[in-house]
């Protein structure tokens, strides 16, 4: 099976999980420069560090939606950043989806305050996260394109150590080398 095919199939059963779940909605909380900490102004609790993302089944937050699409989440929230500078939104906040889709998602956006001091550690911050998660997204890619090349060899021994029964072996696959003959009085 080539890598292509591969896909494709992980694609559409990733597609078919998707659309028999339940409808969501997703508040995606971002910050610019990116590494703020969240925290609910209500209680002061830490929701996480921006870039994060937070998905909910829809029917779970009935209760928060006003009219079709809108929510209104009783508490805003406050963006703090290592420097100390801060945002806030709006509290209570009111988000609303104008597309009316099923999955409905929101941004909640803190930009810093320009004049706050501490400005170049905050891009330092936000810097080695982005790197992090480049990091992490390259590992995540590589383990991929791994799990779909043993897929590959399944057929051909991946798994078993020997060939089966699934046609001719992969590209480029060798057989191992005979043992060593033995000599006279061995064996």
Known sequence: MNHRIARTLVSL????VALSGCATASFQFV????GAVVKALDSGSVVGTT?????MERDKIANLMTRP???RLPSGYE???G?????ASASPLELCDPGGSRDVAFQIRFDR???APGLEDDLRTAL???QRRADLERARAEAAERDLEMMDGWGWGGWFGGPMFWGPPPRGHRPPPPPPPRGPGRR
């Open 13 to 16: 059963g990733a597609a078919a």
């Open 31 to 34: 910050s610019d420069p990116e």
């Open 51 to 55: 870039p994060f993302t937070v998905t």
């Open 69 to 71: 699409g809108c929510y």
């Open 79 to 81: 963006a703090v950043w």
């Open 83 to 87: 420097s100390g500078a801060k945002a």
């Open 113 to 115: 305050p320009k004049d």
């Open 128 to 130: 080695r996260n982005a």
